[in-house]
């Protein structure tokens, strides 16, 4: 079957967008192939229809679970078998899931880089029949970038055992640099670059100074009827902001990294189907995000890169329909652009203090490995030793970059039990007390590594194989617990630390001051280039944007609010007013599309027709109700 064909049967397209067809033809030529697409560009098309064209299995490592999860349902929904590694699997499950890539015909398996850690993973994975690596996010690879992801540099470990396997590895931000790295990392045959244009064309991008954030922030959601993304700074801040918006009859939630799973996955959803117009998040939401209707983007602090902006930008305007993304900024912003540097970048001592307290906390000797996560509430913590929370989250975060530690947000609500008695004192003790006997066989029956680690256990499972439904399981595993048989944490919500290299004494880190300085540098400049293009009244917004990324646009983008601004100052000389009244006459007691508009007025005004339409909108002459622009009555006679 042809890739056109595949297209067609699971996707329903006609032909292919961008560079896909290329890209796919490179893989199946055995190329290496670093793709570079825009946000909703199709990247998992790329790997997707050239591996269901071969035999074998794809093996698709990609950062986020919630996107490994939406991508398997969709190919099991198309009848393609297609499993995710999760870390809300127990050993179990994942060695069930790794046997069936193995023996199975499973196409598709999704990994996070973090398993790559793990020997016993690898060495199922070599007897996989890989056809293909997909690896996605893959600007996490290079330290030049600023999602850098220590775990991402084990990726060769995979393109090592499996060195005729051709690597694809997609991204939707990389300059130079991260291009190099990414290729160097992944051991690319040679170098092998597809690059479709990151230029949205569709997408407005704007910079407001602005003194009253909060009272714009109103008018922009009001504006707007669409679905909307606002990035706040804090999870204080997107609290506060959600509450203001509700306050003023603006459907919205506030989502941060601090909610419970469940929670998020609510507010999420009921984002998604409409039922809530205003997410305000911080950088905790957005990727694997696809929702096409997407209006507005909104950072109401300045970002403290272009990469992320980009990437947070492109959420808006997938359905290629005109789009905004807007940074609200004031005088103070700018003043205080440069003082996260202090907390985010630690020095030296301050990270070797951390990790002394962290070891002395979780009572962690010297070269001792440990293979549980250990339970770490970050406040307590702090409290405990008086530390700063944030200079100490920033420390923690260094300490993963390092690799000395595994920093995991509370995410995974799942009860863990560990069997606490030896094999020997356990068969004891169920000869001596048989209430507990079948439990306790349930518990070593569904999870193999009770007895060595804890386990993620599911309730309703344990219950289900008792075969009984007046017993609470809660209440026999609490009195399991307290015979001190079994140590049950019943969902735990703090977060958790896991050691990946053995305690060292904390003096004999090799932590180089070079290394952290550099760092720091590299935030200064990307704060600079930030501001600059804040104060850039001049320049073409997407210009400025597409040459970070090493990319030339030959033509102004005539929609980002410079352009508008230049092109408002030439309608000027161009009967302005009159193009104005002209559209205020054609909308006067009706409303019309955009199409109808420009079917109504002549050839030479159809050049100036989309920014007199957004100069009208911009200044309340006109509002729009889905794909139609009616009069504002109020304001027809102020122009």
Sequence with gaps: MQAIDILKKYWGYTSFKLNQEEIINSIIANDDTLALLPTSGGKSICFQIPSLMQDGICLVISPLISLMKDQTKFLKSKGIKSVEISSEMNTTEIETALTNCIYGNIKFLYISPERLRNQNIIDKIDKMNINLIAVDEAHCISKW????????????????????????????????????????????????????????????????????????????????????????GTRKESKELASILNQNSISASSYHAGLEINERSKIQESWVSNNTRVIVATSAFGMGINKLDVRLVVHVNIPNNIESYFQESGRAGRDDKTAYSIILYDQNDLNNAYKFLEDRYPSKKSVQEVYQKICDHLKIAINELPDEDFDFNISNFCKKYKLDIKKTYSCIRYLEKEELIKFNTAVNKSPKIKILLNNSDLYKFQIANSFYDNIIKVLQRKYSNILKNYSKVNLNDIKKSLKSENQNVIDILKRLEKLEVISFIQNSSNNSIKFIQNRKDADSLDLKESDIQNDINKAKKNIDFVISYLKNKEECRNKILLNYFDEDLEKRCEVCDNCIKINKEKIKNKSFEGNCKKILSILEGKERSYSEIERMVDDEDKKLLKNVINYLFDNDFIYKFGNKYLLNEKNKFNL
């Design 145 to 232: 970038g600023n999602d850098f992801r220590p775990s991402y540099r084990q990726i060769f470990k995979i393109r090592e055992i499996k060195k005729d396997t051709p690597i694809l590895a997609l991204t939707a931000t990389a300059n130079k640099e991260v291009i190099e790295d990414i290729q160097s990392n992944l051991l690319f045959k040679k170098n092998n670059v597809i690059k479709s244009s990151f230029f949205r064309k569709n997408i407005s991008y704007v910079a407001i100074d602005c003194k009253n954030k909060k009272k714009t922030l109103i008018n922009l959601c009001t504006k707007i009827k669409s679905s909307i993304i606002i990035y706040a």
